[in-house]
């Protein structure tokens, strides 16, 4: 490591102002920084010293998916022989997942951090490390069939559209990941529904649809007959997008988070018990059959785990106050249920409930925050003798 940081200060010159390329700048202090911790602190000024910056922090995330990542290129094998009735080895369908994936998250990568550099250079900031995180999600929530141009449109248009035209890193309003997922939903809505989609190359004889699109047959036919158990669900052992099959994988994430600070307890939690809510109340009323679903089956059904874990606990769209992310998280899983059940044409509910909820996540700490200073100048009032 003393030899490679010899290497960079004597080329760093070159990429300072007034040197060769000093244009390059922001690149080059990005790849300095990514293989080197800043020695810059803070001198003057208000400022929170901490060891936690944003790089351990987006580090952080990445370890906390690597669960759901390892399990869904397994499962992407597993569900592709599984499909063909054909019998191999644990590391046949390791490797023929990891063939399909790991495409998958190049040109994630490659896409949008050529369009975060192109961006840092223009104006002359320093490339942040948020994409990090968003390159590895985008990925994790997609189906394994997808066509690798449609991943290069989806992201560059998450981190254009989703993420810079509000001024970057930190600015954004809506998840860049979710943002990603909604273009491919409604700009290619062929590719990302149906049952052929979640199995990569399905043999055509074999069913492969997902417990959500189940339920949401069941809608219509009068009945729900899932083709997998609950513990199946848990496992992840089912179709589905890569990485938000197995909550089992996510829950090993969620503690990493937990445990960390990293991702706010107080939002996971309150996104289950909306899901639990509103399940319970659904089974209460139960005029069709999906509402019969028990309602802790929504929370390993599609999405919604991950979403609750990873994406709804975004800490720049999510609600800010610690009772804003308990109303936050809590109406996101009222409505990811909510859209499941009433809106079956939609039957991934969390990705529009957590799109929708991070619009409204200031207007949450706004009222938190409002009502904290109204009650706070009630205590202020004088007593009258």
């Given amino acids: 490591m003393k030899s490679l940081r010899k290497q960079l200060d004597k080329i760093k010159p070159q990429f300072q102002k007034g040197g060769k390329f000093e244009k390059l700048h922001s690149t080059f202090d990005a790849f300095e920084t990514f293989l080197f911790v800043p020695d810059k602190t803070t001198t003057r000024g208000s400022h929170i010293r901490d060891s936690i910056d944003m790089k351990r922090t987006m580090s952080i995330v990445v ?21 063909l009735a054909q019998t191999v080895g644990f590391w046949d369908k390791v490797l023929f997942g990891l063939g399909k994936v790991l495409p998958i998250i190049i040109v994630s990568y490659v896409t949008g951090l050529a369009i975060e550099f192109a961006f840092a250079q223009v104006r002359h900031h320093e490339v942040n490390e948020g994409f990090l995180v968003t390159g590895m999600l985008i990925p994790l929530i997609v ?12 992201t560059a248009f998450a981190v254009i559209i989703g993420k810079e035209v509000f001024g970057g890193t930190g600015m954004n309003i809506l998840n860049p ?31 492969g649809a997902t417990p959500l699109a189940e ?27 890569v990485g938000e099959t197995s909550t089992l994988a996510i829950l090993i994430g969620a503690v990493i988070l937990a445990y960390t600070g990293i991702g706010s307890f107080r939002i996971m939690l309150s996104v289950v018990l909306g899901g639990i809510f509103m399940g319970g109340l659904f089974n209460l009323v139960a005029v069709n059959s999906y509402m019969e679903v028990p309602f802790y089956y929504h929370l390993v059904m599609g999405g919604f785990a991950f979403g609750a874990i990873f994406m709804a606990t975004d800490p720049v769209t999510a609600a800010q106050t610690n009772k804003g992310k308990v109303i ?6 009222v409505m990811a249920v909510l859209i499941r059940v009433l809106n079956p044409a939609y039957p991934e509910g969390m990705m529009l409930a957590i799109l929708l909820m991070n619009v409204f996540a200031p207007l949450i700490d706004n009222y938190v925050v409002e009502a904290n200073i109204k009650k706070r100048l009630k205590r202020m009032k004088p007593v009258k003798a």
């Fill in 63 to 83: 370890i906390s998916v690597i669960p759901a990542l390892l399990f869904g290129i397994w499962n992407v094998g597993h569900q592709h022989f599984l499909s």
């Fill in 143 to 154: 189906p394994p069939d997808v066509p690798l141009w449609m991943v290069a449109i989806a």
């Fill in 177 to 207: 990941a979710l943002t990603a997922r909604a273009f491919l939903f409604f700009a290619y809505p062929a590719f990302m529904s149906g049952d052929k989609v979640w199995i990569a190359d399905k043999a055509d004889a074999f069913s």
């Fill in 215 to 241: 339920a949401a047959a069941g809608t219509a036919g009068g009945t729900v007959n899932f083709s997998h158990s609950f513990m199946d669900m848990f496992l992840g052992v089912i179709p589905g997008s």
């Fill in 328 to 333: 936050y998280g809590f109406l996101i899983g």
